[in-house]
């Protein structure tokens, strides 16, 4: 793929299991269990990164279903792999604007932690609920508040410098533009969700 946001990734895959740490990952659980994601659910999981949601998904679904972990950086997918293997989970190197699967299949697209990534939110926005059966749902959350997820990307500079989670309007008119009906928008101190069906 190539781009400046793959490599910035790409480098800092074999690492970044040991740079998260453990509230985060709590707070990503609480948020997936309080989903309502059952047994035997299609699950998309864009910028899965090394799969940090993978074994949440895999206990909330007790192992039956199916996660398609689909990242632009390859060298996330192979840490993901490497440590969940094939079996639950299929690692798809793709970018969230331009998904190889096929549309209107999934129960499930989730985005963790990498909404302020995509290049074209609106188009990735419109390429993910394309993913979705009719009642299927997204979701797009941090374990951190959007003033922090932006705050936090501002100091970081560089490459992800102007990376940002849009306002509760914008991601309402995006979500809405693509068909999609909001069912939860939430900014706390601990949480970021956007949550909506396709009808
Ligand atoms: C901040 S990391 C989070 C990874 C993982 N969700 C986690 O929380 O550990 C963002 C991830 O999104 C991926 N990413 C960035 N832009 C993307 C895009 N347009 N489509 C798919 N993945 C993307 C990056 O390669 C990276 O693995």
């Given at each position: 793929m190539g781009s400046k946001i793959q490599a910035f990734f790409d480098e800092r895959a074999a690492g970044w299991d040991s740079g998260v740490p453990a509230d985060v990952i709590e707070r990503a659980r609480e948020i997936?269990?309080?989903?309502?994601?059952?047994?035997?659910?299609?699950?998309?999981?864009?910028?899965?990164?090394?799969?940090?949601?993978?074994?949440?998904?895999?206990?909330?679904?007790?192992?039956?279903?199916?996660?398609?972990?689909a990242d632009v950086s390859m060298n996330m997918l192979r840490e993901g792999r490497k440590k969940y293997g094939r079996a639950f989970a299929g690692w798809v190197e793709a970018d969230a604007g331009r998904l190889p699967l096929r549309g209107g299949t999934f129960d499930w697209v989730l985005c963790y932690s990498v909404f302020p990534h995509f290049e074209d939110?609106?188009?990735?926005?419109?390429?993910?609920?394309?993913?979705?059966?009719?009642?299927?749902?997204?979701a797009i959350f941090h374990s951190k508040s959007r003033e922090d997820i932006n705050a936090f990307h501002r100091a970081a500079g560089g490459e992800?410098?102007?990376?940002?989670?849009?306002?509760?309007?914008e991601m309402r008119n995006?979500?809405?533009?693509?068909?999609?009906?909001?069912?939860?928008?939430?900014?706390?101190?601990?949480?970021?969700?956007?949550?909506?069906?396709?009808?």
């Open positions: 997936i269990e309080g989903l309502g994601i059952v047994p035997g659910s299609r699950v998309l999981d864009v910028g899965c990164g090394t799969g940090v949601l993978v074994p949440m998904l895999r206990e909330l679904m007790q192992g039956r279903g199916f996660v398609a972990a939110q609106g188009a990735a926005v419109l390429e993910l609920a394309g993913a979705l059966r009719r009642g299927g749902r997204l992800v410098g102007g990376h940002e989670l849009p306002d509760e309007p995006m979500l809405e533009g693509a068909g999609l009906e909001v069912e939860r928008l939430e900014n706390r101190s601990d949480r970021y969700l956007a949550l909506a069906i396709k009808p």
